[in-house]
């Protein structure tokens, strides 16, 4: 490709992306948490505000705050199709493509659609739309996103089938998240707003209980905190923007100061509800053929410790520590850098200070705290 040509494509996806219909999700960490229900609540404050709304594809599970909510909205009819023996619905895609509403509703993010349709996935459906200039208000549960597949399977013991790529939520315009505690969580479900009644005990027994909530209320509120954090990066001017914590652990081969580290800089970044990293710098000394093997033995325990803590684990080789340190901290945009108290003799300190020295400047320069932890 030319030059001419890959101006040209540039400016064409320009003109796409200027075209294309604004995308809103709501993601809630279960079903019941309200999302269909707060998006048809916003579809009627839309209606009554003289935009041509239409709901492309709700499903109310028969709740009946919802199915009342559905009253007073203009419905695009489904399509009818037989399946196995069975009339099922489906959304109609080129229908809505063809009304072409102002906005439409489509529910249901990850649902896998009917063989023979035009798309596998309804995410699938929703990017045509979107590139038809439709604006689209969709819904996801956190447990649908790809790249929380073994989080989800973790927390749950549930193989979750349909799921979307993270790029459908990086691409939103906005990600709202619908949130409730888990108490009431709980008492929805036992109240039977959830499910009927008749699965409530089930639902107690498997994926309603207060543990399993917990962990999925917290990844559903890091993935929204994600989505703001791009969004500021991409659309806040850089010398106005409010950096977000971001801490990053710089640990050595010595394990247990490396250890101390983590733990602590795991309850910063817990508190501050930032995103945290964890470095190692790999010097020629301690290359993979000359390290000690309980020395790696190590270093691999504490890198599974990060993770298990929520850290984004990075290796990178250099001679140079203080360097990769600051160019790790420039690159990902840290905060805060948290290195462990020297453990060293007098000769040590003195031999080291010159090194130190030139972190404190080079950090200070990107206005990134040093904190030493004991």
């Not at 604004?22 to 707060?38: C, D, L």
């Not at 459906?125 to 989800?152: K, M, P, R, W």
Request: proline share 2%; hydrophobic share 40%; charged share 25%.
């Amino acid at each position: 490709m030319t030059s001419n040509d890959q101006n040209a494509e540039h400016f064409l996806n320009l003109l796409r992306q200027s075209r294309r219909g604004k995308f809103k999700i709501y993601i809630g960490m279960s079903a019941g948490v309200g999302k269909t229900y707060r998006m048809l609540q916003e579809a009627h404050a839309l209606l009554c505000g003289g935009i041509d709304v239409r709901i492309g594809f709700v499903e109310t599970h028969n709740r009946a705050e919802t199915v009342a909510l559905v009253d007073g909205l203009p419905v695009i009819t489904r399509r009818r199709l037989f399946y196995k023996g069975r009339e099922l619905d489906e959304m109609d895609l080129q229908m809505v493509i063809n009304l072409h509403p102002e906005l439409v509703i489509v529910d249901e993010l990850a649902h896998t659609n009917i063989p023979g349709s035009k798309n596998e996935k309804r995410w699938q459906d929703v990017l045509e739309i979107l590139d038809a200039g439709i604006n689209v208000i969709s819904a996801v549960n956190i447990q649908h996103i790809e790249s929380l597949y073994l989080s989800v399977r973790q927390i749950t013991g549930i193989d979750v089938a349909e799921r979307v790529p993270d790029r459908i939520l990086q691409m939103a315009d906005e990600v709202v998240n619908i949130d409730l505690t888990a108490d009431e969580l709980i008492t929805r479900l036992k109240d039977g707003k959830i499910y009927d009644r008749a699965k409530v005990e089930t639902a107690l027994g498997n994926f309603f209980q207060p543990d399993k909530i917990l962990q999925l209320r917290e990844l559903a509120l890091k993935e929204v905190a994600t989505a703001v954090e791009r969004k500021i990066e991409t659309q806040v001017a850089p010398g106005t923007q409010l950096k977000p914590e971001r801490f990053m652990a710089a640990i050595s081969s010595n394990h247990e100061v490396a250890r101390r580290v983590i733990r602590k800089t795991s309850r910063l970044a817990s508190y501050y509800q930032s995103r945290w990293f964890v470095l190692y710098v790999q010097t020629p000394a301690e290359d993979s053929n000359r390290i000690k093997l309980d020395v790696q033995r190590h270093l691999i325990n504490n890198f599974k410790l990060a993770t298990e803590l929520g850290a984004e684990v990075i290796q990178v080789k250099s001679k140079n520590i203080v360097s990769a340190i600051a160019e790790t901290a420039e690159e990902r945009k840290i905060t805060t850098v948290c290195i462990g108290k020297p453990h060293i003799n007098l000769i040590q300190v003195i031999l080291r200070t010159n090194a130190f020295n030139q972190l404190l400047n080079k950090l200070s320069d990107s206005a990134t705290d040093l904190i030493i932890l004991s």
